[in-house]
């Protein structure tokens, strides 16, 4: 084959949690007077946590807030995230990924998530995942944002792959970027489909069962 591993990321991928972000942002945005919308959610696929609060604020009027001050917000904004995600369960993961990941693991293919949320191991917990994976890059480890490439290259280093070896599976154009960066083949999914940096675009996600047995 020539893949030997596949990293995912996460939101948008194996589940959706991408609601609850809106709800969570939008509570604190509320909260400090700052006029959001899921319009300017959208900016936020893919991005940090930090980077995201940086966006939000650009339509914030009042005194220049501290590198603390920003840390809080953030910080505030996860709390109500983690709180709301509690909600999800083993059905948030549908039955079409969930046999795709078995089937590929079955091929030999080593799993891996990268993701640059910070909650990623609670939330594949919630969804009955959580031991599942061979490794999880996310938030907690790395320091840039996709489309930097970061990520996706610890994700390989703890597979103890080469980044050649490794198919990147992602929903965002950035995260599409971030896999060129790392000189990994990528497939996109969802928002992402049809982008033009994008290896192979997925209209379904069984179809990697089909691009793994090309290989």
């Given at each position: ?138 938030g907690?480890?790395?320091?840039k ?17 080469k ?29 992402a ?23």
């Open positions: 084959m020539r893949y030997k591993g596949i990293i995912f990321d996460l939101d948008g991928v194996i589940c959706h949690t991408d609601h609850y972000h809106y709800l969570a942002w939008k509570q604190l945005a509320d909260k400090i007077g700052v006029y959001f919308d899921e319009t300017i959610n959208n900016r936020l696929r893919g991005v940090s946590r930090m980077d995201s609060l940086e966006i939000i604020l650009e339509r914030w009027t009042g005194e220049p807030l501290s590198g603390e001050e920003k840390e809080q917000l953030a910080d505030e904004k996860n709390t109500i995230y983690k709180e709301l995600l509690k909600q999800m369960s083993p059905k948030d993961l549908s039955p079409e990924v969930k046999e795709t990941l078995e089937h590929l693991r079955t091929r030999g293919l080593q799993l891996a998530i990268g993701s640059s949320s910070r909650n990623a191991r609670f939330i594949l917990g919630q969804i009955g995942l959580g031991d599942f994976f061979d490794a999880i890059s996310d907690n480890n790395i320091t944002s996709k489309p930097h490439p970061e990520v996706f290259l610890m994700a390989a280093d703890y597979l103890k792959l980044p050649s070896d490794c198919l990147v599976v992602e929903d965002a154009k950035a995260g599409i970027d971030a896999a060129k960066a790392a000189g990994m083949d990528s497939a996109a999914i969802g928002d489909f049809g982008y033009s940096q994008a290896t192979y675009n997925l209209f379904t996600f069984s179809k990697l069962i089909q691009i793994c047995s090309a290989q």
